[in-house]
């Protein structure tokens, strides 16, 4: 079993729409989880942090977490093609410095 | 604060040559990290490094794959010879390294294509 599942798309929905991106893990010492963003030929960008359960807003971002059932959610509200990229759930340990990814799933906002 | 430095942005070259990236951390991280981005795929550690120490080296191909943080610093990613399953995008990171709640940040990637 992998670490960490991710629903790899793609998925295309129209400007304006919410998107909710998903990962699953199995490791329950995964404290910290990030939402990390990747534009074509891009490195990833760090685009939400969060420790523990619970949820975490920026603007139009959400990150939730649910370590009950080891998933992660990133909702995206009014949804832009500026959105379209490729996203990446991560995750570590609270005492390691090794990051677990998930395989992305790749969005694109229609006009 | 200036971001993961990384060159080149592109490299092509032919099976069996060889090839080397380089990587300038954030200023102050002690932890650096090679990835490798196959097409679809999430990012794959190759080394990590602690200062100039090796942490995990578990996935690199030792026998094509050389990898150094000479000074704990800068830090140079190496294939000789390429393969044509070489083709990917590598990634370097690099993280403070102090072990709580550890942040990430990648630089922009070399696209290596061998031909």
């Known amino acids: 079993q992998k670490e960490v599942e991710q629903d790899p798309g793609p998925l295309s929905v129209p400007e304006g729409a919410i998107v909710s991106l998903n990962c699953t893990y199995s490791?329950?010492?995964?404290?910290?989880f990030m939402w990390y963003r990747q534009y074509s030929r891009k490195g990833p960008e760090l685009l939400m942090y969060?420790?523990?359960?619970g949820n975490k807003e920026d603007g139009r971002f959400t990150a939730q977490v649910d370590k009950s059932s080891k998933y992660i959610s990133l909702f995206i509200r009014d949804s832009q093609p500026s959105d379209s990229a490729t996203y990446l759930c991560a995750m570590t340990s609270y005492t390691g410095n090794q990051f677990y990814f998930g395989t992305g799933t790749s969005l694109t906002v229609i006009p | 604060e200036a971001g993961v430095a990384q060159s080149p942005r592109y490299k092509i070259i032919e099976k069996r040559q060889s090839v080397a990236f380089w990587c300038n951390p954030i200023?102050?991280?002690?932890?650096l990290y090679w990835y490798q981005q196959i097409l679809g795929q999430g990012p794959k550690l190759l080394i990590q490094?602690?200062?100039?120490?090796?942490?995990?080296d578990s996935q690199l191909p030792k026998d094509r794959f050389s990898a150094e943080r000479l000074k704990g610093v800068d830090s140079t990613l190496k294939i000789q010879p390429a393969k044509l399953e070489d083709s990917a995008v590598y990634l370097c990171?690099?993280?403070?390294?102090?072990?709580?709640?550890?942040?990430?940040?990648f630089g922009s990637g070399t696209q290596l294509s061998v031909l």
């Open positions: 490094f602690q200062n100039n120490g090796v942490v995990d």
């Open positions: 490791n329950s010492a995964f404290q910290y």
């Open positions: 200023s102050g991280h002690a932890t």
């Open positions: 990171a690099s993280s403070r390294g102090n072990s709580m709640g550890e942040k990430l940040f």
């Open positions: 969060t420790y523990s359960s």
